[in-house]
């Protein structure tokens, strides 16, 4: 079983603290409201808005994604795909890679600045989302998919 | 068929139906804004045009586009492709390859078969082409068409055909010649027993109270219940018969309704086709392609089980979003003796070996089938038993009951039974059953879940994925004996029979 990029954690740290300094931008302006300009405005939405921001902080900054990498694994075989996740609750995948219909990767600005590729495998109903791949091993990946696929539609014909 | 085709005429007045359908509820905005001006008696002529004028641009602004649109739109069958085109500012055309072509349906709501029209859903397993309001006439000579187009153009020899998915057993059927052949006729007496045994209730139900709904007028029920006071001098027995004769009224609507949903149901086979006719108001015609079905689905509820009657479905996979049902289920048999409709089955899909599975869930498994919701039950029954109402436990209790009962009935029945490269499966919800056939090839994924509860007692969730329409149909076991649920796991596993195939090519 293969393990995605460790750069992964780093990377899922950054996007939530992202969403978290959000979130905290939103109670400090709330709260700058209330003492400040509008004193109407109930002040516990300050206080929420503060809850949300410990709460992503702790689990989703903090937690969350070393176990999430810790967890996360695939296989790609010759004829199928596996994927093992789920940290309470968890989950194994098994995709045939013959009813693969295509493969998407995916990258965003911080991906892309830390090198890394999600690769998306879509079947008739389906789709399977392998994170944070290195960039290299995840087109190596896709070709090989690619490959496997090819190869196999060929054989059958 | 082979030169461009128009649509029927009556689609220009379907144009300015929907132009009066998006207008609606603006309309009744400023009806209702304007209810004084109207209702003090003198409106002058001056408003009424105005009004009027208003309303004509409205329609002409929304209609128009839809109006132009149909006036413009052409399809006809050319080189084995099915080609449809329309548009008014941008064109666009739409070419179909008639061999992936699965289901050809049409519909004929009680408004199209006044003018002899019909709706017409062509789906394959990517998009779809849904045309509303073609002739009658002319959407039979397409399927027929079609139907010999799929059956001629398969014998011949597919020169990198690599994009037919499903490509499985494709020639298994190829050679019956026979015209068509009718499998199934419902005769009164099963359809009567069907709306019976359907929840013909819930139907009316649902009808009634959409419809109160829709129109604000709570005050009818209160009303009738007033009736009923009125009448009967004891308050508990005027309850008692006001709701007595509305589930009584409700019921026998409710399978009025059904009866004439499946009015004269049959099912026929043509070539590799399914073909399925019902209705007495709104006629319904679908047709599946026997190659493209991605696996057997047998229901039962209880009440039906108990007097052995069952249903069959079965799913196809389609992309297109513009299809009515998207889950791509296609009920071949509403309601059929079960000794029929194994014979049926075994007639239509002579590779797949159906057999019903006997429950496999272990005796440390049947707990949880209910214990989600026997928890969330004693909370709300005590919450409310606390703050509004006394004899809520009551209530409480009976619900509890039927539920456990539901879950000792879902653990007894589920189970799985695995014959070579198919596996039957029984899952069940509430006293209804769902059997699914699958076939190893149609299998797009196995998903194995478990928690450290489940880990400790042994157990395991397991869901196998097939394709149909954009969702998937999924057939989950809960709570199996983690020996099965590796036998399930090794058998979807063991998939593609290609595997050594070409990994020796390397």
């Known amino acids: 079983m293969q393990k995605i990029s460790p750069k992964a954690i780093k990377v899922w740290r950054i996007r939530e603290g992202i969403g978290a300094a959000v979130v905290l931008l939103l109670a400090v302006a709330a709260l700058v409201l209330t003492l400040f300009v509008w004193e109407a405005f109930p002040w516990w939405i300050s206080l929420i808005l503060f809850i949300i921001f410990v709460y992503i902080a702790v689990v989703h900054v903090w937690l969350l994604p070393g176990l999430k990498y810790k967890y996360f694994r695939f296989q790609v075989s010759t004829d199928e795909i596996r994927i093992h996740k789920g940290i309470l609750i968890k989950e194994k995948h098994a995709v045939p890679l013959f009813r693969v219909q295509n493969i998407d990767t995916s990258v965003g600005p911080l991906m892309k600045r830390y090198g890394l590729k999600g690769v998306t495998l879509k079947t008739s109903a389906e789709s399977i989302h392998i994170p944070e791949l290195e960039s290299d091993e995840a087109d190596m990946i896709r070709n090989d998919i690619r490959k496997l696929i090819n190869e196999n539609t060929r054989r059958t014909q | ?506």
Not at chain 2, 42 to 50: G, P
Not at chain 2, 124 to 131: A, E, S
Not at chain 2, 455 to 465: A, N, Q, S, Y
């Open chain 2, 1 to 506: 068929m082979y030169s461009p085709q128009k649509l029927h005429p009556i689609a220009y007045l379907g144009s300015v139906v929907n132009g009066i359908k998006n207008l609606w509820i603006p309309l009744l905005i400023v009806l209702f804004q304007s209810r004084e001006a109207i209702f003090s008696g003198n409106i002058s002529m001056k408003y009424i045009l105005i009004a009027g004028g208003v309303l004509i641009l409205a329609i002409v602004l929304f209609g128009g586009m839809d109006f132009l649109n149909k006036y413009r739109t052409r399809f006809w069958i050319e080189d084995g492709k099915f080609i449809y085109k329309d548009g008014v500012i941008t064109n666009r055309e739409k070419e179909l390859d008639v061999r992936r072509i699965q289901s050809i349906d049409f519909s004929e709501p009680i408004f199209h078969r006044l003018f002899g029209a019909v709706k017409l859903d062509i789906t394959t397993p990517g998009d779809g082409i849904k045309i509303d309001t073609i002739k009658k006439s002319q959407a039979i000579s397409l399927q027929d068409i079609l139907y010999d187009e799929k059956s001629y153009i398969r014998d011949e020899v597919e020169a990198g055909a690599s994009s037919e998915w499903p490509r499985v057993t494709e020639d298994e059927h190829g050679t019956q010649e026979t015209a068509s052949e009718v499998l199934y006729h419902m005769d009164g007496k099963s359809l009567l027993l069907m709306s019976m045994t359907s929840g013909a209730l819930g139907t009316f139900l649902a009808l009634v109270f959409g419809f109160i709904n829709l129109i604000g007028a709570n005050f009818l029920i209160e009303r009738y219940f007033d009736y009923f006071e009125d009448a009967v001098a004891s308050i508990a027995l005027a309850i008692g018969l006001a709701v007595g004769l509305f589930i009584v009224v409700g019921y026998a609507i409710g399978i009025l309704i059904m009866a004439m949903k499946y009015y004269k149901y049959s099912l026929e086979m043509k070539h590799d086709d399914l073909i399925v006719e019902y209705g007495l108001l709104e006629k319904k015609h679908q047709s599946v392609n026997i190659n493209r079905v991605q696996n057997i689905i047998v229901k039962d509820s209880i009440i039906r089980r108990m007097i052995g009657y069952y249903s069959l479905s079965v799913t196809i996979t389609s992309d297109s979003l513009d299809s009515e049902d998207i889950d791509g289920t296609v009920d071949l048999l509403p309601f059929i003796k079960r000794d029929r409709l194994y014979e049926i089955v075994q007639h239509i899909f002579p590779n797949y070996h159906v057999e019903a599975p006997t429950g496999k869930v272990p005796g440390r498994g049947y707990r949880r089938y209910f214990q989600v919701m026997t928890a969330i039950l004693l909370i709300v029954t005590a919450v409310v038993q606390y703050f509004w109402f006394d004899y809520a436990w009551i209530i409480g209790l009976v619900l509890i009951l039927v539920f456990v009962a539901s879950g000792i009935y879902s653990a007894r029945n589920s189970g799985y039974a695995i014959h070579g490269n198919e596996i039957n499966l029984m899952t069940v919800g509430f006293f209804k059953r769902s059997h699914y056939v699958i076939k190893q090839e149609k299998l797009i994924e196995a998903e194995w879940v478990y928690n450290p509860f489940l880990r400790r007692d042994d157990l395991g969730i397991i869901t196998l994925v097939t394709a149909a329409g954009i969702l998937g149909s999924r057939a989950t076991l809960k709570f199996i004996d983690q020996q099965d649920i590796d036998i399930i796991w090794n058998w979807a596993e063991r998939s593609t029979s290609h595997a050594e195939d070409f990994s020796e090519g390397d």
